[in-house]
């Protein structure tokens, strides 16, 4: 039996509720906080070495979590205990008097967020078949991305602690959706030791392909993403559109652009992914990576606001298609049903590490743009525009997906 657009929606739910948290926390909640409880002169270091803190728990913590959820063979027990205390966290964490206090909540709601995630991601290979997961990842991508939009318009209109008491309560509601659709009785116990369980899928070929493609497409996602403000203030400038004035500052041009990516995603996630349940996986993928590694020049060379939002839908577009098939593709070449919160909490790092790796070009694009005006932003695009194409391209040799 075939389930219904209900049933996926509940499946994805928790992760429509985990992108409007971390939306919020990480663009609005977390650099407010710094500010509020640091001396002016220190808070980009110690927001610095939050992020940085953030994303070794963000490596570490999703294998960990999905280790113990497949040794002991249960996944509701981790998602219900991890939804409570990242509501808890949330609200620590709005709430805290001192840099102090802040630091332990943001430790709390990290290891909250791994404890729920980390099993939570195994869902789609444990329980959907394999001609309904790009169905499936579809509906966890537009969720994905109809959580940051969202968040953007939260983080827009609500105080500091209203959004945060939100994003509490939807990751309740989020948890209990979820919830109903996870079988009671328990999994499978997978026996092996950690360190065997960790190393395990590294030997295996299809596994290290989809983990590369991830990674480099998301690489090139997170290049072109983390300075692109900076691309709009140096380079575009002025942000009009019809000769009308859309944004006054570059922080507003670029959520708006946001706000067209995320909309082109939103639009094209649920039919790709039903797409590739009929012709495979890879068609999707290819035509994903070329699309967005063949619209990078198209950035450079027209620098224009009003053509750029329109790039904008059409990378939304194409990024919502990747999105839509990537869970997919990844369940589809799992091998073990006893070690699937394991491998997929490995595989979730394929998107952690791309974010450090972008932050780290911070300093050659600087030094770069000094030698020649904008060459910085020139080498940083087809950079990103190789990453695409690379990435989706390496999906060509995998064995056990179609």
Known sequence: MRHRPGWFLSLSAYWFATSLKWFLVLLVILPAKVAEVSPPEEKATRLGFLFGLGAVMAILGPPLMGYLSD???QRRPFLLFGSLLTALALL???HAPTYG?????????????DLATGPYSALIPDLVPRKERGTASGYMGVLQVSGQVLGGVVGFLLPLA????????VNLVGAALSLRVIPEGPLKANPRPLAQALARPWGDRDFLLVYLTRFLVML???LAQTYLQYYLADVVGAFQALGRSLAEEPFQAVALLGLFISLGAALASVPA?????KVGRKPLIYLSGAGLGLLMPFILLFPRYDL???LALFFGLFYGVYLAVDWALVSDVLRDPEAHATDMGLWQTSIVVPQVLAGAFG???DLLNAQGEGLGYTVLFLLAGAFFLLGAFLVAPIRRAR
């Open 220 to 222: 090139g996602f997170y």
């Open 101 to 113: 206090l802040l630091l332990l909540a943001y430790l709390l709601l990290q290891v909250a967020d």
């Open 92 to 94: 620590l964490l709005v």
């Open 273 to 277: 992914g039903r797409a590739s349940d």
């Open 71 to 73: 040794r002991l063979g």
């Open 308 to 310: 750029l939002l329109f």
């Open 363 to 365: 300093r050659p694009l």
């Open 162 to 169: 209203s959004q945060a008491y939100l994003a509490a309560l």
